[in-house]
C-alpha cells in the first residue's frame, strides 16, 4: 500500500512539473513573428485584429488561430531576424509578406503562397524614371531584407537600404534620393498618403512574386495546419475581401 501511495504521489508531482514547464502548451500556442512595417499586411495600430498587430497579415494568422483551434501570438521583429528566429526556436512562424525564393527556402519550409505581388519604382510625380533601367544613375533606397533589396541587386545598382518604409519614403520626400523600390500593394499606401508622389511599373524588369508563411524545416505539422487553413480561406475568397478590404482602409 505504501509503494502504491508512493508511485501515485510521484506520478502526480511529475505530472505537475510537465505542467509547470510547458510540456503540452507548445501544442496549443503558435508563436508568429512579423515586421509590422509593411502596411497594409502588417503594421500597429490601437485596436488591431492581434493586439496592437492589424492587417492582411494579422487577420490570416487569426484566422489560422481559429480554425485550427490554438492560440496565436505575434512578435515584432526586424525583418531579416525572423528566419533566424524560426531556427532558433524563438517563434514558430514568420508572416511578414515574405516572398517565396529558393535561397529562403534553404532554411525554412514554406506554406502554400497566399498572394501574388510585384515589385514597383515610387518615384516623384515630375521624375524622368519611366523603367528600371532609367534608376542606372540615381540614388536608389530599398527596405532591407525586402524583395526590393534582392531586385535591385540583381540589376547591378548600387542602393541604401533603411529599416522601415516610412523612413524611405521620408527620404524620398525629403528629395535625398530619387527613387524607393517596393512591393506594389506596400506602395500604394504610401503614393495614397504622399499626393506627390507616383508608382511606375516595369514588368520586364519586376517578376510577379507569391507571399508564404515559413516554418522551422521539417515542421510539417505546423505547415499542414496553416496549409489547410490558407487553402479554405482561398477557395471560399476569404483573403481576397482581406485584400480589398485592407486596400480600402489605407
Known sequence: MKKLVSIMVTMV??????????????????????????????????????????????????EIGVQTGMEVTMENMEFDSLLIAIENGQIDAAIAGMTIDPERAESVDFSHPYYTATQVMIVDQNSDIKTAA???????????????????????????????????????NNGKC???????????????DNPNLKIVEDPSAFEAEEYGIAVKKGNTELL???????????????????????????
Open 134 to 172: 532609367d534608376m542606372a544613375d540615381k540614388k536608389i533606397v530599398v527596405i532591407q531584407g525586402y524583395t526590393g533589396e534582392l531586385c535591385v541587386q540583381d540589376l547591378g545598382y548600387d542602393y541604401e537600404a533603411f529599416k522601415k518604409g516610412t523612413e524611405a519614403i521620408l527620404e524620398l
Open 13 to 62: 508531482m511529475m505530472t505537475v512539473m510537465l505542467t509547470g514547464c510547458g510540456g503540452s502548451s507548445s501544442d496549443s500556442v503558435i508563436k508568429f513573428g512579423t515586421n509590422a512595417e509593411f502596411p497594409p499586411f502588417e503594421y500597429v495600430t490601437a485596436a488591431g485584429v492581434l493586439g496592437e498587430f492589424d492587417g492582411i497579415d494579422m487577420a490570416i494568422a487569426k
Open 178 to 192: 530619387d527613387v524607393v523600390v517596393l512591393d506594389s500593394a506596400t506602395a500604394k499606401k504610401y503614393v495614397k
Open 224 to 250: 499542414n495546419k496553416i496549409n489547410t487553413v490558407i487553402d479554405k480561406m482561398l477557395a471560399d475568397g476569404t483573403i481576397s475581401e482581406l485584400g480589398a478590404k485592407y486596400s480600402e482602409n489605407e
